[in-house]
């Protein structure tokens, strides 16, 4: 964006993430932004010093300001993000072959979500009957989509913890423990796996999609059988992964030519 500073907007991206109200560590901070530890200690140190955050003594957790907690992200219209995404989208799902679909957080608070939304979705090259799924609720737990979204969304983390898994999903050892870990490694290699976990060999692969500083407010995905979507081993195919990353940062840039 012609004029930006980048490191003004990463600032303001961190205060948003902190918006929730709740102290966040210094490694979640930066996981969530993609960045590297040290580049979000300069940042955070500089806005404590300003008083902008403030760290918590006893777990060393950063939490906006009193004076400023006021302050939150104006939310997404759904529909601008489709009309922006869809050449991305698109192009996606035509590339790869694979259902496409971009998923978002409803804009509600953090304790009385429990599923992502579609925000727009592309059918498959397969002959089989398909239906629209824009508007449909995406299971946070059992789809790759939900794990980015729940590892790397400003109220990720406050949703997950609020969060309690259907019992009737098809994985049965998805506990609220699990997901913490999932979330881990998520945030760790910046993007999701499910594999079977919403629908029998079915698998899923989702990244996250960006806004100003860095901040995650959308989960890129495929799906399709798992021999389409995975290695034998169960891991990413590189070139559906590439498709992804490559999807997701133009969706990243379309979202960025406007300011929300």
Known sequence: MPGSVQSVERAAAIMRLLAGGYGRPLGEL??????????????????????????????GDYLLAGEV???????MDINEMRSRATNWVDALAAHTRLSARLVVLPDAPAAEITAGVTAHHVFSA???PQRVE?????????????KVLLALSPIGTQVLEGIRPDADAVRSDTTVGRLREEAVVTRRRGFAIDVAESR?????????????????????????????????????RDDVLSSLHEAARGTSHALMSKRW
């Open 126 to 128: 397969s002959p089989a």
């Open 200 to 236: 029998g060999n079915v698998a899923g692969l989702a990244v996250p999609v960006r806004s100003h500083g860095g901040m995650v407010v959308a989960a890129l995905g495929i799906r399709g059988t798992v021999e389409q979507v995975l290695t034998p081993a169960r891991e990413a």
């Open 30 to 59: 930066a996981g969530a932004l993609g960045l590297s530890k040290s580049t979000v200690h300069g940042i955070v140190r500089t806005l404590v010093e300003v008083g902008f955050v403030e760290q918590d003594p006893s777990s």
């Open 134 to 146: 824009i508007g449909d609720p995406v299971d946070l737990t059992a789809t790759a989509e939900g």
């Open 69 to 75: 907690l006021a302050a939150r992200l104006k939310p």
